[in-house]
C-alpha cells in the first residue's frame, strides 16, 4: 500500500471534507462533515423544500435520509480503515422510527462496528438537530478495495499487460 493512500489522523477531517464535497450527490444535497472521532462519523444536512416527500407538507423524502446513511457510513469506513481504497455499498437496511421534519438539520452518526479485510459492518443513527432520540437508525455493510474492471484493465496497460 502506497503512503499517498494512508490517513493521517490529524487529516481526518479534512480527507472527509473533501470526499464530501467532491462527490457531486454529496454536495448537491448539501452535506457537511460535523466531526470524525476514530471510528465514529458526524455528518449534518439541512432540509431544503425541494427535499421534502410531497407539495404542501414539510416532511423530508426518506431517500435523503438514505443519502445521508450511505455517505456517513461510507465515511466511517474510511475512518475506521485509515486508507482511502475504492468502497462499495453491499447493503443499507432502515428502519424509521418518526418523520424527519424542516425546520432542523439532521444529523447522521455512523460507527464502524467491524472491519475486516474486504468487509466493514456500520451502524448510523439519524437525528433531527436537537432531539435525543433518532427518526431514523440503519444498518450498512460496505464491500473495500473495489478496484473493478476499469482498474484492473488500466493497471494491465500500465505493467505493459494488454
Known amino acids: ?9 490529524s487529516d481526518a477531517v479534512e480527507t472527509a471534507r ?14 457537511q462533515v460535523v466531526s470524525v472521532d476514530g471510528s465514529k462519523v458526524c455528518m449534518r444536512l439541512t432540509p431544503q423544500a425541494w427535499m421534502f416527500s410531497d407539495i404542501g407538507r414539510s416532511e423530508i423524502c426518506t431517500s435523503i435520509l438514505y443519502s445521508l446513511a450511505d455517505s456517513a457510513s461510507g465515511l466511517a469506513v474510511f475512518a475506521e480503515a485509515q486508507e482511502l481504497t475504492p468502497i462499495a455499498t453491499l447493503s443499507l437496511h432502515m428502519d424509521y422510527m418518526k418523520p424527519a421534519y424542516a425546520g432542523r438539520a439532521l444529523l447522521a452518526v455512523a460507527i464502524c462496528r467491524h472491519l475486516i ?5 456500520i451502524h448510523c443513527d439519524i437525528f433531527s438537530e436537537g432531539d435525543s432520540q433518532p427518526v431514523a437508525t440503519g444498518s450498512a455493510t460496505f464491500i473495500r478495495n473495489t478496484w473493478g474492471q476499469r482498474f484492473k484493465v488500466a493497471e494491465s496497460k500500465k505493467e505493459g499487460y494488454e
Open 18 to 31: 473533501r470526499f464530501t464535497e467532491q462527490v457531486p450527490h454529496n454536495s448537491d444535497l448539501g452535506m
Open 1 to 9: 500500500m502506497t503512503e499517498s493512500k494512508k490517513v493521517q489522523l
Open 117 to 121: 479485510d474486504d468487509i466493514a459492518f
